[in-house]
């Protein structure tokens, strides 16, 4: 049995806190890396003690046997808990007896009808609801679902008593993000991320490893398989040992990268998929962000990868496609409500300042009155940038920082409205119009997508 960290332990007064106030259904936000499952499993324990079945759904198979082994480690009645994934329980729903407690993890997708189903079927239970991030793509509300949220302690407390490890942040930006285009889900469509990378970004991608990072064990998200071995090649051919793992690498091959990887004879593994079945590395000091999300959950499981602490360890974070700028450094403070973003400032569930990256070391930081970069000491200049509007319909010269730029995007009250929506959800051609400028779309689109809605006769 681990011994529980005191922020913990906290979290489980809290939790008991509110369900002594009548709270049924309690969301609990927990940074990555920080161990919600050991706090699920000490309440499963003390639950399952007194004979009380628990109920844990998990999203992703390659997390089943993860929580069974820490609830073996902490002593929870495995005759009383039942662990699955959320579309097995599903259909096996009517055979289950009833929990006095359903934990879910990755609760951020509970309002997705598969959960809804699970939970409606067992209206009595105490549901616990853990997520890093209470908040969806679509910005909808936790209301309906949840009556309280428990906020885990901010990630700067974490890092200055020793449980995470610092970051140094980079964010040299190598490929025109504006071009991105988003899909039906909110996350970015695939192929236009493929053709806003320039051939030569995985060449960069090595140099500034080498810069920045030189020496460090490495993990670097991309956003196909293809990429993931593209950019495994240009590491490898410079001499640093790197594989590319996928879902298709075999298991035992799996195996052999990852004891080579602890060993310290392979020094970067390559990536697109960040649950790939068992491939929790150790020794993780570097990310390398070649993904663009969408996604403020997986942002952060992207980022919080490097920040297991050791002695004397800063991580660094290289972000080459802009993901900073959507969701601030990943050390910031935020703060989460169950109202989701269609009531709060942003799509973030807090207002996120924008951040600035020196132009001699690319370190990103929030700028202080002193002007100067944190990293290197040098003065930051106003950079003036020439930015061209896609499919150079009409040249747009902006002379403005990127910073201000996406500040003035976030300030303008109908993009407040429209931020983290889909084009269904638009109401009207103002919000089209909006939403065109805001995602980079041609100016076609607004016609096109206006007419198709029926707003346009
Ligand atoms: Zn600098």
Redesign the pocket.
């Known amino acids: 049995m681990f011994e529980l960290r005191d922020y913990q332990q906290n979290s489980i007064n809290e939790i008991y806190q509110s369900i002594k106030k009548g709270n049924q259904s309690i969301i609990v936000q927990s940074p990555p890396r920080t161990g919600k499952t050991v706090i699920m499993a000490d309440i499963a324990r003390r639950a399952t003690s007194i004979g009380n079945r628990v109920l844990f759904i998990v999203h992703r198979k390659e997390i089943v046997d993860q929580v069974k082994k820490t609830f073996i480690e902490q002593g929870v009645d495995m005759d009383l808990a039942t662990i699955g994934m959320v579309q097995t329980i599903t259909r096996r729903i009517n055979t289950l007896d009833e929990p006095k407690i359903i934990f879910v993890d990755e609760a951020h997708h509970v309002l997705a009808k598969s959960y809804m189903r699970i939970l409606e079927a067992f209206p009595k239970a105490l549901r616990l609801l853990f997520t890093a991030t209470p908040i969806r793509l679509n910005g909808d509300s936790f209301e309906e679902v949840a009556t309280d949220l428990i906020q885990g302690k901010p990630i700067t407390e974490l890092i200055n008593k020793g449980f995470l490890a610092p970051v140094d942040y980079y964010a040299p930006v190598e490929i025109n993000t504006d071009k991105l285009k988003v899909k039906r889900t909110g996350e970015f469509d695939e192929k236009s991320i493929s053709e806003a990378f320039k051939p030569k970004i995985y060449g960069n991608a090595v140099k500034t490893f080498q810069k920045l990072a030189n020496g460090k064990q490495a993990i670097a998200y991309t956003y196909n398989v293809a990429s993931a071995e593209k950019l495994a090649h240009e590491f490898n051919s410079v001499g640093i040992s790197t594989k590319a793992v996928s879902g298709n690498t075999p298991k035992e091959e799996r195996n052999q990268i990852i004891e080579a990887y602890r060993n310290g004879d392979i020094q970067i593994v390559t990536n697109a998929e960040l649950f790939t079945e068992g491939l929790d590395l150790p020794n993780v000091d570097c990310v390398i962000m070649l993904r663009p999300t969408q996604s403020l959950s997986l942002y952060l499981q992207f980022a919080m990868r490097s920040m297991n602490p050791r002695k004397d360890k800063t991580a660094v974070i290289i972000d080459h496609v802009g993901n900073v700028n959507r969701f601030g450094l990943p050390t910031i403070d935020r703060n989460w409500t169950l109202k989701g973003s269609k009531k709060s400032n942003s799509k973030q569930g807090d207002s996120i300042q924008g951040t600035t990256t020196?132009?001699?070391?690319?370190?990103t930081f929030y700028r202080k009155a002193d002007n100067k970069?944190?990293?290197?000491?040098?003065e930051?200049k106003i950079e003036i940038q020439e930015i061209e509007t896609d499919e150079s319909v009409e040249l747009e010269k902006i002379n403005k920082t990127r910073v201000e730029r996406a500040e003035q995007i976030m300030k303008s009250e109908i993009n407040k409205n429209i931020a983290g929506k889909t084009p269904a959800d638009l109401k009207n051609m103002e919000e089209i119009k909006a939403y065109q400028k805001l995602m980079n779309y041609k100016p076609g689109w607004v016609w096109f997508y206006g007419k198709k809605r029926g707003f346009i006769k």
């Not at 020196?358 to 370190?363: A, H, I, K």
């Not at 970069?373 to 040098?378: E, I, L, Q, S, V």
Request: aromatic content about 24%.
């Open positions: 020196c132009e001699y070391c690319f370190g970069c944190p990293y290197c000491g040098k930051i």
